[in-house]
């Protein structure tokens, strides 16, 4: 968080709803990449599963280093849940079908866009079927030893 003193004169007063501000309060007790895996997980684990949050709980303080409390969990998945705009927010996507969908609308920048040019440990391109000829670059190394 910044703690650099501000210039009150220079601020400028903005309106934010209820939905807003309580979002800004829960990204000071965790970051948004934080909610989001909160709440993937939240999505992803059955409702029946005992002691939800407290999983959700254990593997988020895991992941990231650090120690939240089950009732700041809760408290975010319940609000999330609950608000019709940030439960939007969460929806899962498909890559493949955003590609597809930009490749289909005949974009003349889509032409490039693709998953992987290469099948793995093949010689032939997927898009032409031609065949390929491996490169293999030499570049100078240094090994190093500790003992």
């Known amino acids: 968080m910044n703690t650099t003193p501000v210039d009150i004169s ?84 498909s890559i493949r079908e955003m590609i597809d969908k930009y490749i289909g609308n005949n974009i003349a920048e889509s032409a490039n866009a693709h998953e992987l040019y290469l099948q793995p440990y093949t010689t032939t391109c997927i898009e032409c079927q031609a065949s390929l000829k491996p490169v293999y670059a030499h570049r100078p190394r240094t090994v190093m030893s500790l003992t």
């Open 10 to 93: 220079t601020c400028i007063p903005v309106e934010v709803t209820d939905e807003e501000h309580t979002l800004i309060l829960m990204m000071r007790t965790m970051r948004l990449n934080e909610i989001m895996c909160v709440m993937n997980l939240n999505k992803f684990f059955p409702q029946e599963l005992p002691r939800k949050d407290y999983h959700i709980r254990n593997i988020i303080s895991l992941h990231f280093g650090k120690s939240y409390e089950v009732h700041t969990v809760r408290t975010i998945i319940e609000f999330m849940s609950t608000q019709p705009l940030f439960d939007a927010m969460f929806q899962q996507y």
